[in-house]
Nanobody
Framework: QVQLVQSGGGLVQAGGSLRLSCVASGGTFSTYRMGWFRQGPGKKNEFVAAIDWSSSSTNYADSVKGRFTVSRDNAKNTVYLQMYYLRPEDTAVYYC??????????????????WGQGTQVTVSS
């Protein structure tokens, strides 16, 4: 019953910035933990960032810590991923996801119940 629609992907030069958006409908967005994951060609799905329902807690993968910021606007049912100082190794399809039951492991993709359609981020060297 939850739908997640993503936007904001594209092609950027190394060192550039990009912001991804994910809009939720059909559920109670303000009660969900939201996560961002990414998957490069032929690679395993990788945790990127997570944010709890009240924005009081955020978590980041070591590979993006200090460069990416996750935020949410519950009034707009939207979660964002702001990316700075992008690197070629950040190239991937990025997915937003909702954990509607607050499973324990925010870094585990198996704990998320609904997923966006994905959006391509390509960083040129």
């Amino acid at each position: 019953q939850v739908q997640l629609v993503q936007s904001g992907g594209g092609l950027v030069q190394a060192g550039g910035s990009l912001r991804l958006s994910c809009v939720a409908s059909g559920g109670t967005f303000s009660t969900y933990r939201m996560g961002w994951f990414r998957q490069g060609p032929g690679k395993k799905n990788e945790f990127v960032a997570a944010i709890d329902w009240s924005s009081s807690s955020t978590n980041y993968a070591d590979s993006v810590k200090g460069r990416f910021t996750v935020s949410r606007d519950n009034a707009k049912n939207t979660v964002y991923l702001q990316m700075y100082y992008l690197r070629p190794e950040d190239t991937a399809v990025y997915y937003c996801a909702a954990d509607t039951a607050y499973h324990g492991d925010y870094w585990d993709s198996d704990d998320y119940d609904y997923w966006g359609q994905g959006t391509q981020v390509t960083v040129s060297s």
